[in-house]
């Protein structure tokens, strides 16, 4: 079941909004990876991942938004910044599903 269909909330859809941009973000990263030189391509990815560790950081009274981000923060990585490749493909597959 889509969250948007039931929760209309101003958390959620700030929440699914920045969490859509970033994946997107994500991708365009990936697909440019071998279009720029790697030391532009570093910054890219610096940058991507303090807006990831922000992205993680604040807290929220949103029950929807406390799921996705527990399905989506790799439990084993909790006192570092996560790493893109160790989010679960099935999280990802969940939020896309959820969002689109």
């Known amino acids: 079941m889509k969250v948007d269909t039931y929760n209309r909330s101003v958390p959620w859809k700030g929440f699914r909004r920045k969490l859509s941009r970033l994946l997107k973000d994500a991708i365009r990263l990936s697909e440019k990876k071998n279009q720029v030189n790697p030391a ?10 303090c807006r990831l560790e922000q992205f993680f950081t ?43």
């Open 58 to 100: 604040p807290p929220s009274q949103d029950k929807d938004v406390q799921r996705f981000r527990k399905n989506l923060y790799p439990s084993s990585t909790n006192d570092a910044i996560p790493d893109l490749i160790a989010v679960p493909i099935h999280a990802l597959r969940f939020a896309y599903a959820t969002l689109r």
């Open 40 to 49: 532009c391509f570093l910054r890219l990815k610096k940058r991507l991942y």
